[in-house]
């Protein structure tokens, strides 16, 4: 009797929890308590010598490809360019603990507003987002706008550039660690400096990026792709390299 009981009350916890689950919002993690102050960024940088390029130019366009395995079908030149509905593309090289410089450019004609303007974002280990958005003059969510860590972690400020200027990231990221059973050993953190301002200061990462419910941890590879997001986008990126640590 005891046993059916136990049984009972296991399959209820399941569909209550499934229930929960599934009345979710994307607005239910949207946070709004603190406004990001406005700050001015400054000019700098250059690539260190042992650093491995992932974009400098056209001719690095074979170092990415999109999910499928196809060749790059974004814009290339000096700069990469989304080019809508293609899909996102991915690093061909694999990285775990790294430090990542990346230059972005929203469109300078203003399209849209919130979320939908200027919107990409880069993937660390291909699950793990900061957020790429024109964030100039434009309200959204405040762990949604530029620099947040997608749906968790609110920018310190808002160093963000006018549409159509260069901004820069600098992202120091240390992957999470998993047991042999597969099982959490320790978290990503990551920290993030755009612009030459420090806007996330080694913030402990909660799981991978989820636009809708809580993130939780799954294991993967040590190693994996950067990602570049295709979000409709016409967003540009140049000057991409990263320094394994």
Not at 18 to 45: F, G, I, L, M
Not at 154 to 162: D, R, T, Y
Not at 208 to 223: I, M, R, S
């Amino acid at each position: 009797m005891m046993n059916h009981i136990k049984i009972f009350f296991t399959l209820l916890i399941g569909v209550v929890f499934s229930v929960n689950v599934y009345a979710q919002k994307p607005e239910d993690t949207e946070d709004w308590s603190r406004k990001p102050e406005v700050v001015t960024p400054s000019k700098y940088a250059k690539t260190p010598s042992d650093a491995i390029v992932l974009y400098g130019g056209k001719t690095d366009a074979d170092k990415w490809e999109h999910e499928n395995g196809d060749a790059l079908k974004w814009k290339t030149a000096k700069a990469m360019t989304v080019v809508a509905k293609t899909g996102g593309i991915y690093s061909k090289q694999a990285f775990g603990d790294v430090q990542l410089h990346i230059e972005w450019r929203t469109p300078k004609k203003v399209e849209g507003k919130g979320q939908g303007r200027g919107n990409s974002g880069v993937f660390l280990m291909g699950k793990y987002e900061v957020q790429i958005l024109d964030s100039y003059n434009n309200e959204t969510y405040y762990n949604g706008q530029a620099a947040s860590i997608y749906k968790q972690h609110i920018p310190l400020v808002n160093a963000c550039k006018a549409p159509g200027k260069w901004q820069t990231y600098d992202i120091f990221f240390t992957a999470p660690k998993f047991n042999a059973d597969q099982s959490l050993k320790t978290p990503a953190y990551i920290t993030v400096i755009q612009n030459g301002i420090l806007v996330q200061n080694h913030v402990e990462l909660k799981g991978p990026t989820e636009y809708v419910g809580q993130p939780q941890y799954k294991y993967h590879a040590d190693k994996l792709p950067i990602h570049l997001q295709d979000h409709n986008n016409p967003t540009s990126f140049r000057n991409i390299w990263i320094r394994e640590l």
